[in-house]
C-alpha cells in the first residue's frame, strides 16, 4: 500500500544527544513536510522540501536539521540545541500542485529522558 | 501571527446534535487552499476536505457539510447529527505558494461526543 511511514513510534532522548526520526513515503510526491505538535497546540512547520536536495526553513526550525537525498526520505534530526524537544512530530508529503492535500504519517512521539 | 483562528477550543454536544466547527483565515494571496483534518485519539492526521480560493460552493459529504465565506475569510465545518465517532480534534489549516504549500494550522477544536 502507498503511503509515509514514520519511525519509530516511540523515541527517548538523553540531554545532549541528537536523535533522527525516519520519515518515508512511497506515494511518489516532490514535497515533503514536519510538523511538531505540542499538547493543545495545532501543528507547527518545522521545515519543508519541494525537491531533492533543496529545504527551507520553518516556523520553528531552530535546534532541528533535515536532509533530502532521495525523494523518498525525510529524516529529521532533533539536535541537543533544541531545548525543549517533548513533542509529537508529523511528518507528511504532497504532490507538487498546491491543492493536493497533505499525507500524514502516523506520527513519532518524542520524549525526554 | 496566527494565520488560523479556530475560536472554539472545546465543544461538546450530545448525540444527533448538530454542530459547527468555525475557522476563520487571514493572508494576502489570491490563490490559497483551505483545508480541514480530523485527529482521533490514535493521533494519526485524516484529510476531510480542501477547498481553493476560487471556488466558494459549499460542499456536503455525507453528515458533513463545508461553508466557505471569502467575504468574512471563514470556513466552517458543521457535522449533522453527530456520532459519538465523530469525538475527535479537528483543525483547519491554509496553504500559500509563497510557503511551499506547507500547512498553517490552527490550535484544533477538541469535540467530544457524548451518548
Known amino acids: 500500500d502507498g503511503g509515509i511511514t514514520q519511525s519509530p513510534k516511540y523515541l527517548f532522548r538523553k540531554e545532549g544527544q541528537n536523535v533522527t526520526l525516519s520519515c518515508e513515503q512511497n506515494?511518489?510526491?516532490?514535497?515533503m513536510y514536519w510538523y511538531r505538535q505540542d499538547p493543545g497546540q495545532g501543528l507547527r512547520l518545522i521545515y519543508y522540501?519541494?525537491?531533492?536536495?533543496?529545504?527551507q526553513k520553518g516556523d520553528i526550525a531552530e535546534g532541528y536539521s533535515v536532509s533530502r537525498e532521495k525523494k523518498e526520505s525525510f529524516p529529521l534530526t532533533v539536535t541537543s540545541a533544541q531545548k525543549n524537544p517533548t513533542a509529537f512530530y508529523l511528518c507528511?508529503?504532497?504532490?507538487?500542485?498546491?491543492?493536493?492535500?497533505?499525507?500524514f504519517g502516523d506520527g513519532t512521539r518524542l520524549s525526554i529522558l | 501571527a496566527q494565520k488560523v483562528t479556530q475560536a472554539q477550543t472545546e465543544i461538546s454536544v450530545v448525540e444527533k446534535e448538530d454542530v459547527t466547527l468555525d475557522c476563520v483565515y487571514e493572508?494576502?494571496?489570491?490563490?490559497?487552499?483551505l483545508f480541514w483534518y480530523k485527529q482521533p485519539p490514535s493521533g494519526e492526521l485524516v484529510f476531510l476536505i480542501r477547498?481553493?480560493?476560487?471556488?466558494?460552493q459549499n460542499e456536503i459529504s455525507g453528515r458533513y457539510s463545508w461553508n466557505f465565506q471569502k467575504s468574512t475569510s471563514s470556513f466552517n465545518f458543521t457535522i449533522t447529527a453527530s456520532q459519538v465517532v465523530d469525538s475527535a480534534v479537528y483543525f483547519c489549516?491554509?496553504?500559500?505558494?509563497?510557503?511551499?504549500?506547507?500547512?498553517?494550522f490552527g490550535k484544533g477544536t477538541s469535540l467530544l461526543v457524548t451518548p
Open positions: 489549516a491554509l496553504s500559500e505558494a509563497y510557503s511551499g504549500y506547507a500547512l498553517n
Open positions: 507528511a508529503s504532497a504532490g507538487k500542485q498546491g491543492n493536493q492535500p497533505q499525507h
Open positions: 493572508t494576502r494571496d489570491t490563490t490559497y487552499y
Open positions: 477547498r481553493n480560493s476560487f471556488d466558494e
Open positions: 522540501s519541494q525537491i531533492v536536495n533543496d529545504f
Open positions: 506515494l511518489n510526491h516532490d514535497a
